[in-house]
């Protein structure tokens, strides 16, 4: 079974970056669809960003289109997320999660099997 583990959270200030990483641990990270949801406090789970097994195929949200960007590096077992002109709205716990299907990104978190931790970020007004 494979695990992830996000890294990279932290508090930061309104227009600032960050960028997260989920390292998976296993063999078979590049046969599967990767992607970022978040949770802020009180809200329900939402998707972010996606990216497909081999990267030729990257999805987002609207609220953070044009400000982040997803990435992976099959080699390392690793998909990162950039985030620059980050919004206080930004804050929540972010958690990387892993689809088997890996020819699409779904927005639907009950499509994904793997779950990361989480990781805090908070960006201050």
């Known amino acids: 079974q494979m695990q992830l583990v996000e890294s990279g959270g932290g508090l930061v200030q309104a227009g600032d970056s960050l960028r997260l990483s989920c390292a998976a641990s296993?063999?078979?990270?590049?046969?599967?669809?990767m992607c970022w949801f978040r949770q802020a406090p009180g809200k329900e789970r939402e998707f972010v960003t996606g990216i497909v097994w081999n990267g030729g195929y990257t999805r987002y949200a609207d609220s953070v289109k044009g400000r982040f960007t997803i990435s992976r590096d099959n080699a390392k077992n690793t998909v990162y997320l950039q985030m620059n002109s980050l919004k206080p709205e930004d804050t929540a716990v972010y958690y990387c999660?892993?689809?088997?299907?890996?020819?699409?990104?779904?927005?639907?978190?009950?499509?994904?099997?793997?779950w990361g931790q989480g990781t805090q970020v908070t960006v201050s007004s």
């Open positions: 296993g063999r078979t990270f590049n046969s599967y669809t």
């Open positions: 999660a892993a689809d088997s299907t890996n020819y699409r990104v779904s927005t639907n978190s009950h499509a994904y099997e793997v």
